[in-house]
Nanobody, 129 residues
Framework: QVHLVDSGGDSVQAGMSLRLSCAVD????????MGWFREAPGKEREGVAS????????YYTDSVKGRFTISQDNAKNTLYLQMRDLKPEDTALYLC??????????????????????WGKGTQVTVSS
């Protein structure tokens, strides 16, 4: 069993930065792919970024490339999402997720919620113009 607690969301103005954190309990490093997803009102949950357990493989959705960075601190069992130059369209509930690592090298699957077994409850990010 893996338990995830995400935090760091806030209300900010466009152009500002935020860093989201996801504390992971029960994380078996060698078997886990981690990801950040977001859910805006009236929209489906979409993959934002993913990272393999060794950190070597990362994927980002096109709209955040160059602005968001996913990372992890294995010693602290924590996943991060550094968000820069935030835009109003980034407004959403952000959720961290974990799943078996076998799909993490596949860009299509790594960004799809289907493959993730464990989820945080989410942290709200609101960006005003």
């Amino acid at each position: 069993q893996v338990h995830l607690v995400d935090s760091g969301g806030d209300s900010v103005q466009a152009g500002m930065s935020l860093r989201l954190s996801c504390a992971v309990d029960g994380w078996a490093e060698s078997r886990t792919c981690m990801g950040w997803f977001r859910e805006a009102p009236g929209k489906e949950r979409e993959g934002v970024a993913s990272i393999s357990s060794d950190g070597d493989i990362q994927y980002y959705t096109d709209s955040v490339k160059g602005r968001f960075t996913i990372s992890q601190d294995n010693a602290k069992n924590t996943l991060y999402l550094q968000m820069r130059d935030l835009k109003p369209e980034d407004t959403a509930l952000y959720l961290c997720a974990a799943g078996p690592g076998t799909f993490c090298s596949d860009a299509y699957r790594a960004m799809r919620r289907t493959w993730y077994d464990y989820w945080g409850k989410g942290t709200q990010v609101t960006v005003s113009s």
